[in-house]
Every structure is written in C-alpha cells, then in structure tokens.
C-alpha cells in the first residue's frame, strides 16, 4: 500500500514538473520585455507652474478648455510645439505597442502640464481628443501619478501627423496604464479637464 | 486464532492489484498531458485571436480614413480645402503605419501595405502642388510641409458624409478592448 502512496505522489509530483514547463512560453513572453526605463529630465525649461502663458504664434497643436487656471484664449489655454517646449523636457525610452520596437520619445510630462495649466487639486478627469476624434478619458490622480508622457519628439525628431503627431501620449514601461494600447492616443488636439 | 491485520493485507495485494495501481497513475498522467495540451491550444488560439482582432479593427480604421480622403479629394474642386483632405492622408498615414507594425507576422498585410504605396504617392503629389487658382490656405507648422492641422470645423462634414448623425462624437469606451476598433466602426 506505501508503495502505492509512492507512486501516486512520484505521478502527482512529475505532472506538476510537466505542468511547470508547460507554462514556460507564456513566462518567457512575459519576462522577455525590456528593462523599464523612466524619464530623464532634459531641459529643464522656462515655462513653469504659476507663470503666464502667450498665446502662440504657430501653429496651434494644443488646446486646453474645463477647469484650468491660466487661459491665454478666451477660456482656452493654446499651444504651440514652440511653447510646449519650453516647459520641462524629458526623455524617455518605451516599448511603442504599435510598431512593436522600442523608441525614444522625448517631450512634456502631462502632470507638468497640468501644473501650468493651473489645474485645481479638486479636478477629477481629463478627457484627450485625437485629430480623427479618437477619444481617451484619464483621472487626473492617475495623470499625477503615472509619468505618463505628452511626446513631441519621437527617436529626436518632430512627428508628422502620419507618424503620430504632432503630440501623443506615451507610457513608461512600468506605468500598468500603458498595458491597455487603446490608452496610447495619438495625434492629440485637445484636452478638457473636468 | 489471532490474525495479524497488516498480514492479512499484504497477502491480499496481487499482481493483478499492482497492474491496476500502474494503470492510474498511468491514466492520471495522460489525463494531465491531455489537460496541458488543450490549455497551450486554447492560448494560443487567444493570442491568435487577439492578433486578428487588432489587425481586422485597424483594416476598418484604415477603410475609414481611406474614405474620409477619398471624400476630401472629391470636395476639393468645391472648397478648395487642402487642409482637411492633406491631415485625412496624414490619420490614414498613421493607421498604416499601424498596419505596418501589425504585419510583421502577416506577410500577406506587409504586401498590401506597400501595393498601396504608388496610389498614396500619387495623392501625396497632387496635394503638394495644390489647386491651380486655389485661395491661400491656412498656415502649415513650420517644417512639415503638407501636414497642417485639424481645421476647427474639420470632422462635421466627414461623420455626415461617413453616415454618421451630425453632432455625434464617436467616443470608445475607456479601458475598452477594441478602442481603436470603436473609431471605425461607431
């Protein structure tokens, strides 16, 4: 009867053993992405929290309406790539779902954004529209929270709009927003933060 | 008489109980085995499934927007907007590029991808050098020639020509599964 015992836990003990290696593909895929990266401060700026916003003189590629504290249009915050640039720069480095390679973004954190635009700690969304009205609503605790990034540059270039741009939103590789690809709005033309 | 129970059951056990024992264990593996095969089947045909649920939303996305331009074009003789019909190439400039990156496993998708590429040249031509006789266009980003922005009315007549109701947004779910998928097909 041991014997038995023994032999039915040697069976139970080489299925799990067999059961372990089956599940080996999946755990590889898993383990196979790159090491997160995060972003690194490359300008710091002249445009920060607190100071007044000109209205742009190019070509508009961001408009900010809702609850904001600064306006430089009517009740609108506009923006240009010039002006965007001159807030606090960043780099960084993500795995781009879409081209299935990694590329080197560089542009504004949306928290920084938030701070210029005079956000109000009451604020709870912030809905991002796309230039073929894609559509993406975030919390405005998990904007904070996340270093999710307002890309202008993509591999130190300006993106075309048939390359994304001229702004998209950009996740770190830690960030567990940036799973979900239906969160990596491209081509984004407004923002209202409610 | 006084009977040694451990004996008694020792004596009972026959090759023919061992057999059995062995068969069990032999069941029980195979039935995990069996088990093990289906679930890495059912994963994969998950993956397999995902995968193409992605590249069928980003075809859709791509019939949109290859719509949307065709009807700018079709306008232009009448509006004169090269803005709208050069950003439609730009969306549709995106989303193939979105298809590109798809079809990496898709030899079939790459092909059709760089089929179209003389046609969207052709476009791409004939929206550089603009309408003869066209009023002055509004003012393109410094250093992109050909890709200027959203127009403010841009989109309201593209949903009714899309047949869409005039003031209706398509908005995907947040979180949702097929976002992108949502876009073409609301």
Request: hydrophobic share 45%; with cysteine; charged share 25%.
């Amino acid at each position: 009867m041991g014997r038995s015992i023994r032999l039915v836990v040697v069976a139970l003990v080489t299925a799990l053993a067999v059961a372990a290696c089956g599940g080996k593909d999946e755990a590889t895929e898993q383990t196979a992405s790159p090491v997160a990266s995060s972003p690194t401060v490359v300008d710091a700026g002249s445009l920060a929290a607190g100071e007044k916003i000109a209205a742009p003189r190019g070509e508009v590629v961001l408009t900010l309406s809702g609850a904001i504290g600064e306006h430089n249009k009517g009740k609108r915050l506009e923006f240009d790539l010039a002006s965007l640039e001159r807030m606090r720069r960043v780099r960084l480095e993500a795995a781009e779902p879409f081209l299935k390679r990694r590329v080197m973004f560089e542009g504004v954190l949306l928290s920084d954004l938030l701070a210029v635009a005079g956000v109000p700690d009451s604020a709870s969304k912030v809905s991002l529209t796309a230039l073929d009205d894609y559509k993406v609503d975030f919390k405005v605790a998990d904007v904070r929270s996340s270093q999710m990034l307002l890309a202008t540059k993509a591999d130190g270039k300006h993106m075309p709009v048939d390359r994304s741009g001229p702004i998209r939103i950009v996740f770190p590789d830690s960030s567990s927003l940036g799973r979900n690809p239906d969160l990596w709005i491209w081509s984004v033309s407004s923002m209202k933060v409610a | 008489m006084t009977v040694d129970p451990g004996r008694v059951l020792r004596r009972r056990r026959s090759p023919f109980q061992f057999a059995l024992g062995g068969v069990l264990v032999a069941l029980i593996l195979v039935v995990e085995v069996l088990i093990l095969q289906a679930y890495v089947t059912v994963n994969r045909s998950t993956a397999m499934f995902g995968q193409v649920t992605f590249l069928t939303g980003n075809l859709v996305n791509v019939q949109r927007e290859a719509l949307l331009l065709n009807v700018e074009i079709e306008e232009l003789a009448a509006t004169h907007d090269l803005c709208g019909a050069t950003l439609r190439r730009g969306l549709l400039g995106t989303e193939l590029l979105v298809m590109e990156g798809l079809g990496e496993d898709a030899p079939r998708v790459m092909a059709t991808v760089r089929a179209i590429g003389p046609d969207l040249q052709l476009i791409d031509r004939a929206l550089r050098a603009g309408l003869p006789g066209r009023p002055p266009g509004r003012p393109r980003l410094p250093g992109r020639p050909g890709l200027p922005l959203r127009p403010a009315d841009a989109g309201r007549g593209h949903d009714r020509a899309a047949g869409q109701v005039p003031g209706r947004r398509r908005v995907p779910p947040v979180n949702g599964p097929a976002g992108r998928i949502a876009v073409g097909i609301a």
